[in-house]
């Protein structure tokens, strides 16, 4: 959208730069982690730039546990929730995989891992099947345009052929119902 990238190109010099993605609408958004002999301190969201990825105001954020083997979906959100994923401890590999009609990247899947060795957010644009593999134990964080509903939790198969091959594992710890899903 072009204001979108009136942002990107006037931000304000404090703010992260995103990085696009092969996926449209999908940016990373690097983060800077201060660090000193407490321990460190790191801006994961602020409300200002949040909106401006994708225009509309964080209405939820969930914090999730995991041990490492784990994979959590792929799920998707036909209402068009927006998602914004950090890795405050360990790591992760958020997959990605556009579903979107009509998208200019319809049919692209992608991954990156994010967490300790990777400070990042990963902005997810609505309707965009996504879900990660823990690579370790991990705290994951993610903040959403919609409150929770579970009439609009949708599933993806983490084991499609078209996303397979991001995972570290064929042999994930899953819940059950995406094992049903896969």
């Known amino acids: ?28 958004v690097p983060l800077t982690r201060h ?14 730039w949040f909106r401006e990825l994708g225009g509309k105001p964080s209405m939820q954020t969930n914090i999730v546990y995991s041990k490492q083997g784990v994979i959590r979906g792929l799920h998707y959100h036909e209402l ?30 992608w991954s990156i891992d994010i967490g300790e060795d990777n400070p990042a957010a990963v902005y997810v644009p609505g309707r965009t099947a996504h879900g990660y593999e823990s690579l370790t134990d991990c705290l994951f964080c ?28 064929d042999t994930p710890i899953l819940s059950a119902r995406d094992v049903l899903d896969g």
């Not at 929730?81 to 049919?107: H, N």
């Open 1 to 28: 959208p072009p204001a979108r990238r009136r942002w990107l190109a006037h931000r304000d010099s404090v703010s992260p730069t995103p990085q696009t993605t092969p996926i449209d609408g999908a940016l990373v």
């Open 80 to 109: 068009g929730q927006d998602d914004l994923f950090f890795c405050a401890q360990g790591m992760v590999r958020v997959v990605l995989f556009d579903r979107r009609e009509g998208s200019p990247t319809e049919g692209v899947a």
């Open 142 to 169: 993610y903040h959403v345009t919609h409150e929770y509903n579970p009439d609009d939790e949708n599933m993806f198969p983490w084991n499609d052929e078209r996303v397979k091959h991001l995972w570290t594992t």
């Open 35 to 48: 660090e000193d002999s407490r321990g460190w301190f790191l801006e994961a969201r602020k409300e200002s």
